[in-house]
């Protein structure tokens, strides 16, 4: 099993950037498809971007193009979403998620991924 945790989260003013990280234990994460949700209050869970296993290139949300993007560490086991660019509407709950055996056309459902973290709050405000 692998163990997710989230960090990096925090208050910041629109335009301004911030780096989440997903640190994993138990097992590689290299060997893991990672993806990034996040839930504002009052709303469903909300795909961001994804960094299939064995790829490089960021999958994103047409919310999240331009100025999201995924990036690993292996020797960290650590998984980033450097966010830039952020608006008040990117304030949310945001979530690592990774699993194994995910197809392409299935990375945007959150029910397609078996481990979490627990999450950590971005708040966009001036």
């Known amino acids: 099993q692998v163990q997710l945790v989230e960090s990096g989260g925090g208050l910041v003013p629109p335009g301004g950037s911030l780096r989440l990280s997903c640190k994993a234990s138990?097992?590689?994460?290299?060997?893991?498809?990672v993806a990034w949700f996040r839930q504002a209050p009052g709303s469903d869970r909300e795909f961001v971007a994804a960094?299939?296993?064995?790829?490089?290139?960021?999958l994103a949300a047409n919310s999240a193009k331009g100025r999201f993007t995924m990036s690993r560490d292996n020797a960290k086991n650590t998984v980033y979403l450097q966010m830039s660019s952020l608006e008040r509407e990117d304030t949310a709950v945001y979530y690592c998620?990774?699993?194994?055996?995910?197809?392409?056309?299935?990375?945007?459902?959150?029910?397609?991924?078996?481990?979490w973290g627990q999450g950590t709050q971005v708040t966009v405000s001036s």
């Open positions: 998620a990774a699993d194994r055996q995910i197809i392409t056309s299935s990375l945007r459902l959150p029910s397609q991924y078996d481990h």
């Open positions: 960094l299939k296993y064995g790829n490089s290139n960021t």
């Open positions: 138990g097992r590689a994460l290299n060997v893991y498809t």
